[in-house]
């Protein structure tokens, strides 16, 4: 009923080929964007902005930038974290060596730092699979945390070993930096990470992507139809690698506001590891689904208790957080393998028919 | 299906109508960073419990400070500083007048925001030393003393073991530190210290996530075989670290920490930690009127979360010191303002005023717990001595007189730091606040 595509012609191939064929779906996009954009930066409390969305919107890019190589080329990672530790620290020595230049300019190109590292670590990804490459991406995640924490020259010598971000404007409004807006961050935010998918959704449903979705299928079968494994697979490591980059240069950048090295180690690697597995492998929606369901549920069951009058201790919410947590990624991936977002689909589908499903 | 439906509607229903919590009380909203969960929570904990317990005896004896009742909240950090920023956020709409964060990796990404926010930071003997300097930093307090303090009095009582610190010339001495922000302070004035005095340091950095795994460091200093070994360590990292040090049999009396090590971290070492010295400025023990009163108004009542024979332990009376802090601020702003329920603002001039004498301890139930206290518009530390105490295999045992830190040595590269963190900010506010000169 609410998904019927009676009346819907596709009058050519490329509306045919829509990412978003149905009309209903363009209103819903429309529509999400519009209250993204307008409705909550001008209703939404600073904690709204700050501690929920912000936050959401990059580990969302993050878990793009991974499912880019896990979901769509097959080549598994634990090297998450240590990409987005580059982006970080790139966009810092760049925005401190060159402080004139606008720090969106700074953010999008320290991505490319992380897809040259990224694709100097994918380069054994030719000749080890599965698993072992995995081990190999450990290497790189422990590698590169390692020289966050030893390298003081990574954090202008600072003493504390930590970046702290200096204030930046983008025509005269500061946004990084203490005196930033939460609304003016979330903005900023919401652009970039907007951006990046329509490029990355771009990628994705084009010949590159099919590429990548060939390699993931059987790469033999791949290689004898005429597609070069190593820059595919090479070209897969950088562009995952740009989007974690960049999900790391906004993460201190826009979030945090200064950083420790240790925000960029292995649990970080396995959260958007999680993020992507549960959203769904190989879906750009999965990755926020999946970003939206591990980072926002521990914050809305802390909310949640004391809402309906349980007064427990914030130490134990901590545990309980663990166990829901952990029973509910269970559960889904019991109930539905392939994520959220095929659970999306399904629901669509079912939507499609009610109410007379025959 | 329908009374499924009237049911799921009912409990949205119930939800929705569900009175919001404590927001709506009336009093002096102080929130407290702990963490009772993950590998700090073994020193977490009994901060958190002196803190809160402290707080909560001054509202159930005295209704609060000044007849204002505190809403005393915790907010679980788990020592990460993703979660101390989420919980900072969390409370800064409800307009708290200090907060504490009680890590050093929390501490870095609030100084710039305490001034935009307009709520003062209190970071009691850690974060960042040259934040001491109150024209530059006029939101961030860390009384009583600083980091670079801690070590300057350190190797004062090596060099008074040698005979005077010229003495030094020659030795090794061994540094192992929890490789973060916190470990890393010191290390400036450690190199500095070094070279003036000609001994040689040898580091051992201990990675936050292989804080439990010290094996390779102490093979280290089994080869190196350092004169002393000095300790800035904190959660898991210390009993580690005194287990490792007892098992190559390191002569104990000759490994000193700065103030961290608990009891419990000690005493998990068996009778070999005998003679482990750490540093300290506050008495142990629970024999002070107003401990007494914690045990009567709050532990007998089911109202803390400490056993009782936890009070008085070393880590649990720092988190009353934490306290005392907080709640001297909160009334010497009541003082210099006039005013009942005080701001973040008010509690900032409340900070600098802080006149802790041993007569108001006295009068606190604190008599000769401390040494008096006094903060400036200028000096937001104090650089209080503290003095060294050795564990006895079964409580702490005071060994020396209060030490003085070298002044001469750390207050040029507080200066030089607090110089370098305001250039490397560009635009780092002014201190445009006012100081009062009534204190």
Same mark, same amino acid.
């Given at each position: 009923?609410?998904?019927?595509?009676?009346?819907?012609?596709?009058?050519?191939?490329?509306?045919?080929?829509?990412?978003?064929?149905?009309?209903?779906?363009?209103?819903?996009?429309?529509?999400?964007?519009?209250?993204?954009?307008?409705?909550?930066?001008?209703?939404?409390?600073?904690?709204?902005?700050?501690?929920?969305?912000?936050?959401?919107?990059?580990?969302?890019?993050?878990?793009?930038?991974?499912?880019?190589?896990?979901?769509?080329?097959?080549?598994?990672? &634990?090297?998450?974290?240590?990409?987005?530790?580059?982006?970080?620290?790139?966009?810092?020595?760049?925005?401190?060596?060159?402080?004139?230049?606008?720090?969106?300019?700074?953010?999008?190109?320290?991505? /490319? /730092?992380?897809?040259?590292?990224?694709?100097?670590?994918?380069?054994?990804?030719?000749?080890?699979?599965?698993?072992?490459?995995?081990?190999?991406?450990?290497?790189?995640?422990?590698?590169?945390?390692?020289? /966050?924490?030893?390298?003081?020259?990574?954090?202008?010598?600072?003493?504390?070993?930590?970046?702290?971000?200096?204030?930046?404007?983008?025509?005269? %409004?500061?946004?990084? !930096?203490? @005196?930033?807006?939460?609304?003016?961050?979330?903005?900023?935010? &919401?652009?970039?990470?907007?951006?990046?998918?329509?490029?990355?959704?771009?990628?994705?449903?084009?010949?590159?992507?099919?590429?990548? *979705?060939?390699?993931?299928?059987?790469?033999?079968?791949?290689?004898?139809?005429?597609?070069?494994?190593?820059?595919?697979?090479?070209?897969?490591?950088?562009?995952?690698?740009?989007?974690?980059?960049?999900?790391?240069?906004?993460?201190?950048?826009?979030?945090?506001?200064?950083?420790?090295?240790?925000?960029?180690?292995?649990?970080? $690697?396995?959260?958007?590891?999680?993020?992507?597995?549960?959203?769904?492998?190989?879906?750009?929606?999965?990755?926020?689904?999946?970003?939206?369901?591990?980072?926002?549920?521990?914050?809305?069951?802390?909310?949640?208790?004391?809402?309906?009058?349980?007064?427990?201790?914030?130490?134990?919410?901590?545990?309980?957080?663990?166990?829901?947590?952990?029973?509910?990624?269970?559960?889904?991936?019991?109930?539905?393998?392939?994520?959220?977002?095929? &659970?999306?689909?399904?629901?669509?589908?079912?939507?499609?028919? #009610?109410?007379?499903?025959? | 299906?329908?009374?499924?439906?009237?049911? &799921?509607?009912?409990?949205?229903?119930?939800?929705?109508?569900?009175?919001?919590?404590?927001?709506?009380?009336?009093?002096?909203?102080?929130?407290?960073?702990?963490?009772?969960?993950?590998?700090?929570?073994?020193?977490?904990?009994?901060?958190?419990?002196?803190?809160?317990?402290?707080?909560?005896?001054?509202?159930?004896?005295?209704?609060?400070?000044?007849?204002?009742?505190?809403?005393?909240?915790?907010?679980?950090?788990?020592?990460?500083?993703?979660?101390?920023?989420?919980?900072?956020?969390?409370?800064?709409?409800?307009?708290?007048? *200090? =907060?504490?964060?009680?890590?050093?990796?929390?501490?870095? +990404?609030?100084?710039?925001?305490?001034?935009?926010?307009?709520?003062?930071?209190?970071?009691?003997?850690?974060?960042?030393?040259?934040?001491?300097?109150?024209?530059?930093?006029?939101?961030?307090?860390?009384?009583?003393?600083?980091?670079?303090?801690?070590?300057?009095?350190?190797?004062?009582?090596?060099?008074?073991?040698?005979?005077?610190?010229?003495?030094?010339?020659?030795?090794?001495?061994?540094?192992?530190?929890?490789?973060?922000?916190?470990?890393?302070?010191?290390?400036?004035?450690?190199?500095?210290?070094?070279?003036?005095?000609?001994?040689?340091?040898?580091?051992?950095? =201990?990675?936050?996530?292989?804080?439990?795994?010290?094996? $390779?460091? #102490?093979?280290?200093?089994?080869?190196?075989?350092?004169?002393?070994?000095?300790?800035?360590?904190?959660?898991?990292?210390?009993?580690?670290?005194?287990?490792?040090?007892?098992?190559?049999?390191?002569?104990?009396?000759?490994?000193?920490?700065?103030?961290?090590?608990?009891?419990?971290?000690?005493?998990?070492?068996?009778?070999?930690?005998? !003679?482990?010295?750490?540093? @300290?400025?506050?008495?142990? !023990?629970? @024999?002070?009127?107003?401990?007494?009163?914690?045990?009567?108004?709050?532990?007998?009542?089911?109202?803390?979360?400490?056993?009782?024979?936890?009070?008085?332990?070393?880590?649990?009376?720092?988190?009353?010191?934490?306290?005392?802090?907080?709640?001297?601020?909160?009334?010497?702003?009541?003082?210099?303002? !006039?005013?009942?329920? %005080?701001?973040?603002?008010?509690?900032?001039?409340?900070?600098?005023?802080?006149?802790?004498?041993?007569?108001?301890?006295?009068?606190?139930?604190?008599?000769?717990?401390?040494?008096?206290?006094?903060?400036?518009? $200028?000096?937001?530390?104090?650089?209080?001595?503290?003095?060294?105490?050795?564990?006895?295999?079964?409580? #702490?045992?005071? %060994?020396?007189? +209060?030490?003085?830190?070298?002044?001469?040595?750390?207050?040029?590269?507080?200066?030089?730091?607090?110089?370098?963190?305001?250039?490397?900010?560009?635009?780092?506010?002014?201190?445009?606040?006012?100081?009062?000169?009534?204190?």
């Amino acid at each position: 009923m609410f998904y019927r595509e009676a009346g819907q012609f596709k009058t050519s191939y490329a509306a045919d080929m829509a990412v978003f064929p149905l009309r209903e779906d363009r209103i819903g996009i429309a529509a999400i964007l519009l209250i993204a954009a307008l409705v909550i930066p001008l209703f939404g409390s600073g904690f709204l902005l700050n501690v929920v969305m912000i936050p959401f919107l990059i580990f969302a890019l993050a878990a793009i930038g991974l499912n880019i190589l896990v979901g769509y080329t097959g080549l598994l990672s &634990l090297g998450t974290a240590g990409f987005m530790g580059v982006g970080a620290y790139a966009c810092y020595k760049l925005t401190s060596a060159f402080p004139g230049v606008n720090i969106i300019v700074w953010i999008l190109a320290s991505g /490319f /730092f992380s897809s040259a590292v990224g694709a100097l670590f994918g380069l054994p990804s030719l000749r080890i699979k599965g698993f072992y490459l995995a081990v190999a991406t450990l290497a790189a995640q422990f590698f590169l945390s390692w020289c /966050f924490i030893r390298l003081p020259w990574l954090v202008n010598y600072n003493v504390s070993g930590a970046i702290e971000v200096p204030t930046r404007t983008l025509f005269g %409004v500061p946004v990084t !930096g203490p @005196n930033a807006e939460p609304a003016t961050r979330y903005l900023v935010v &919401l652009g970039i990470v907007v951006f990046l998918t329509w490029i990355a959704s771009n990628l994705v449903h084009g010949r590159i992507g099919r590429m990548w *979705m060939a390699v993931r299928d059987m790469d033999i079968a791949a290689e004898l139809i005429g597609i070069r494994l190593l820059p595919t697979k090479l070209l897969a490591f950088a562009v995952s690698s740009y989007f974690c980059g960049v999900a790391g240069a906004l993460l201190v950048f826009l979030w945090y506001g200064s950083a420790e090295a240790d925000v960029f180690g292995i649990d970080q $690697s396995f959260l958007v590891l999680f993020m992507v597995i549960i959203g769904g492998l190989g879906s750009l929606l999965g990755s926020f689904l999946g970003a939206g369901l591990i980072y926002l549920l521990p914050i809305g069951l802390r909310a949640f208790l004391p809402a309906i009058g349980i007064d427990v201790q914030p130490s134990t919410v901590e545990h309980m957080q663990f166990l829901i947590v952990g029973s509910l990624i269970i559960a889904f991936l019991i109930a539905e393998p392939h994520g959220l977002a095929r &659970l999306w689909q399904t629901a669509k589908q079912k939507l499609r028919v #009610w109410p007379f499903p025959y | 299906m329908l009374k499924r439906a009237l049911a &799921l509607g009912l409990a949205a229903a119930t939800l929705a109508a569900a009175p919001l919590p404590a927001a709506a009380q009336d009093g002096i909203y102080v929130p407290l960073f702990t963490y009772r969960t993950g590998p700090f929570s073994g020193s977490g904990i009994f901060i958190a419990n002196g803190m809160r317990d402290y707080l909560t005896m001054l509202n159930e004896r005295d209704g609060g400070i000044g007849g204002v009742k505190l809403l005393v909240e915790e907010c679980e950090t788990g020592y990460d500083t993703k979660k101390g920023v989420e919980c900072y956020e969390a409370v800064k709409d409800k307009k708290p007048v *200090m =907060v504490n964060p009680w890590s050093t990796g929390i501490t870095l +990404p609030l100084i710039p925001k305490a001034a935009v926010d307009k709520i003062p930071v209190l970071s009691m003997a850690y974060g960042l030393s040259a934040s001491a300097d109150g024209n530059r930093f006029p939101w961030i307090f860390n009384p009583p003393n600083t980091y670079w303090d801690g070590l300057a009095m350190i190797i004062k009582y090596i060099g008074d073991q040698e005979g005077g610190v010229e003495k030094l010339k020659g030795k090794k001495i061994g540094y192992i530190y929890l490789d973060a922000g916190f470990g890393k302070e010191p290390i400036p004035l450690f190199e500095q210290l070094a070279k003036d005095y000609g001994f040689e340091l040898k580091m051992y950095p =201990v990675a936050g996530t292989e804080m439990q795994n010290q094996s $390779s460091q #102490w093979l280290g200093v089994r080869r190196d075989r350092p004169d002393y070994m000095v300790m800035y360590g904190w959660g898991a990292m210390n009993p580690t670290a005194i287990k490792e040090a007892v098992k190559i049999n390191y002569p104990m009396n000759k490994f000193i920490s700065v103030w961290w090590p608990s009891e419990d971290d000690a005493r998990g070492a068996g009778p070999g930690a005998k !003679g482990f010295k750490t540093l @300290n400025w506050h008495a142990v !023990g629970a @024999n002070f009127p107003a401990i007494q009163d914690i045990q009567k108004h709050v532990v007998d009542k089911g109202k803390s979360q400490s056993p009782k024979e936890q009070l008085g332990e070393v880590l649990y009376n720092r988190g009353v010191y934490n306290s005392i802090l907080i709640a001297e601020g909160i009334a010497t702003a009541q003082k210099v303002t !006039g005013k009942k329920m %005080v701001t973040g603002e008010d509690v900032r001039r409340g900070l600098e005023s802080l006149d802790l004498t041993a007569a108001r301890l006295k009068e606190l139930g604190f008599e000769g717990f401390a040494d008096p206290l006094k903060l400036t518009c $200028s000096d937001h530390n104090g650089h209080k001595a503290a003095f060294i105490q050795e564990w006895d295999g079964t409580k #702490w045992a005071k %060994v020396t007189q +209060p030490i003085e830190p070298m002044a001469a040595k750390v207050q040029p590269i507080q200066e030089a730091a607090a110089k370098d963190y305001v250039e490397k900010n560009t635009g780092w506010p002014k201190r445009t606040e006012a100081c009062d000169k009534s204190s």
